[in-house]
């Protein structure tokens, strides 16, 4: 069964204060990773998609990166709007093309200005 | 930018009553998923949808729950005879074409059961 961790479930920053949020999974298979922001009483809002270790993908002050176990997401210098809830998501094989998708349980991100 | 709609925002009921969720995708998006939250839990799968028919649907989705493209832009999430722990947010996302295009979700239908 496809399995997605995240850590840390918190992080607390000052602005300008850079990290990283990680996210490891165990998949049959990796078919390509998604990260979504989620704010609250919304639904999750596409990030990036990462295919293959060693891809990067960058938007404004995020950085993703993955490896063959686990994906990054850098904030370099972050602003009081990157808070957020951010989920990792990984797509399943069960046959088909459709790739329902198993989802981590977030890291509540929260920058202080 | 095209986007998910999902309505009503917010649904009260009473246990045991039937509710219908909608949701309009993406214009020329062709596979569609309903997800649910429940509060302080992971986003989870329900059900995925391609060509009219059901593609695939969780444990969670037993014989209560059904959906229906019923047009060309619709689509819906019928739960019927409600229960306490059917409360959650449930949200629709429709993905373009086949493969690991990313899907993208409406802003949820929050679902109180009482």
């Known amino acids: 069964e496809d399995q997605v961790t995240q850590s840390p479930e918190a992080l607390r920053l000052q602005e300008g204060e850079s990290s990283s949020l990680n996210c490891s999974y165990t998949v049959s298979g990796l078919r390509g990773l998604f990260w979504y922001r989620q704010d609250p009483g919304k639904g999750p809002e596409f990030l990036f998609t990462l295919y293959s270790a060693g891809e990067e993908k960058e938007k404004e002050r995020l950085k993703a990166t993955l490896t063959k176990k686990e994906s990054f997401l850098h904030i370099t210098a972050p602003k009081p709007e990157d808070s957020a809830t951010y989920l990792c998501a990984v797509p399943a094989n069960s046959g088909g093309s459709n790739y329902k998708l198993t989802f981590g349980k977030g890291t509540l991100l929260t920058v202080n200005p | ?114």
């Open chain 2, 1 to 114: 930018e095209p986007e998910v709609t999902q309505t009503p925002s917010h649904q009260v009921t009473q246990m045991g009553q039937e509710v219908i969720l909608r949701c309009v995708p993406i214009s020329n998006h062709l596979y569609f998923y309903w997800y649910r939250q429940i509060l302080g839990q992971k986003v989870e799968f329900l059900v995925s949808f391609y060509n009219n028919e059901i593609s695939e649907k969780s444990e969670i989705f037993d014989d209560q729950f059904s959906v229906e493209r019923p047009d060309g832009s619709n689509f819906t999430l019928k739960i019927r005879s409600t229960k306490l722990e059917d409360s959650a947010m449930y949200f629709c996302a429709s993905k373009r074409g086949q493969g690991d295009q990313p899907q993208h979700f409406g802003d949820g239908t929050r679902l109180s059961i009482l």
